[in-house]
Nanobody, 125 residues
Framework: QVQLVESGGRLVQPGDSLRLSCAAS????????VGWFRQAAGKEREFVSALRWSGGGTANADSVKGRFTISRDIAKNTMYLQMNNLKPQDTAIYYC??????????????????WGQGTQVTVSS
C-alpha cells in the first residue's frame, strides 16, 4: 500500500505560480503512474496531469497544457506539479493518486488505487 501526502496548496493571485508536492510516505511510486486530479466545489474530480514513475512518460489535460508541468524526484520519492499563470478556474482541491492502468486510462479517476488527502489551491484577487 502507498500512502500519499500532498502539500503546497494556498491562496494565490491570478498569474502567480505554485508548486504542489506529492510524497509517498509509506512505500514507493515504483511501478505506478502517479496522477494529479482536482475537484472544484460542486464539480466532479477532473484529470490534470500524470507521470509514469519508471520511464517518465507524461500526459496533461488540455486546460493546463503550457501552464502546468509534472515532474519527479526519484531520490525523494516525490512528485511535483509546477503551476504557472494560475487562473481563478484553477481553484480546487488537488489530489494525487496512483494507478497501474494503461496510458489511455490515466485520465479516469476510477482507475486509481490510492489517494492523498488533497491540498487546497485558491486563485483569487
Amino acid at each position: 500500500q502507498v500512502q500519499l501526502v500532498e502539500s503546497g496548496g494556498r491562496l494565490v493571485q491570478p498569474g502567480d505560480s505554485l508548486r504542489l508536492s506529492c510524497a509517498a510516505s509509506d512505500g514507493s511510486f515504483s511501478g505506478y503512474t502517479v496522477g494529479w486530479f482536482r475537484q472544484a466545489a460542486g464539480k466532479e474530480r477532473e484529470f490534470v496531469s500524470a507521470l509514469r514513475w519508471s520511464g517518465g512518460g507524461t500526459a496533461n489535460a488540455d486546460s493546463v497544457k503550457g501552464r502546468f508541468t509534472i515532474s519527479r524526484d526519484i531520490a525523494k520519492n516525490t512528485m511535483y506539479l509546477q503551476m504557472n499563470n494560475l487562473k481563478p478556474q484553477d481553484t480546487a482541491i488537488y489530489y494525487c493518486g496512483v494507478t497501474k492502468a494503461v496510458r489511455s486510462s490515466w485520465a479516469d479517476h476510477s482507475m486509481y488505487y490510492y489517494w492523498g488527502q488533497g491540498t487546497q489551491v485558491t486563485v483569487s484577487s
